[in-house]
């Protein structure tokens, strides 16, 4: 029943994260920075799912995400689809899409490499598995894979605030 009362609350206006992998819903709010945000927000964890058994989803009132915050939702849950609402319909339904190479989003950890030397240069990480997740740095060549993962958010207050997975 949670989750017909989910589909049935509505928001009027906003975000509807859904299909995020089970668990990942706070980590998610976390990472993107929406958990800053003073918007009421609806989260359901372990939500029962035909499709997964199990699955988190976030409902966000008023807020529309952009290609950042997409693709770091795409790192954590590649198969969550993003709702936009507008007077209680969906205007736009889609699916996240894990990019082949992931810029920027990611840091790697190996003192050594070139994207952490005195002129830093962006990170370039190439995505050899979608699940469960593999990327390589393009630069050292080091496999990362998601529990490894450390993430620079700079969507947190324009500071740069790096991030590791606690899952
Ligand atoms: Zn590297």
Not at 51 to 56: G, Q, S, V, W
Not at 57 to 73: A, G, R, S
Not at 94 to 108: D, F, G, N, Y
């Amino acid at each position: 029943m949670l989750e017909e009362k989910l589909k049935i609350d509505k928001i009027s206006k906003g975000t509807v994260i859904d299909h995020i992998d089970a668990g990942y819903a706070l980590t998610i709010l976390n990472l993107t920075g929406i958990d800053e945000s003073k918007n009421l927000m609806t989260i359901g964890v372990n939500v029962s799912s035909k499709k997964y058994l199990t699955k988190d989803i976030i409902k966000i009132e008023n807020v529309f995400l952009n290609e950042t915050q997409m693709q770091q939702i795409s790192i954590l849950s590649p198969n969550a689809t993003i709702s936009l609402i507008e007077n209680y319909k969906v205007i736009e339904k889609k699916k996240v899409e894990l990019p082949q190479i992931i810029k920027k989003l990611i840091l790697c950890v190996n003192q050594t490499c070139i994207s952490n030397s005195e002129e830093p240069i962006d990170t370039e990480f190439l995505v050899l598995e979608e699940k469960p997740l593999k990327i390589q740095c393009i630069y050292c060549e080091r496999i990362y894979k998601l529990e490894e993962i450390v993430f620079t958010s700079k969507e947190k207050k324009e500071k740069k605030v790096i991030q590791r997975l606690h899952l």
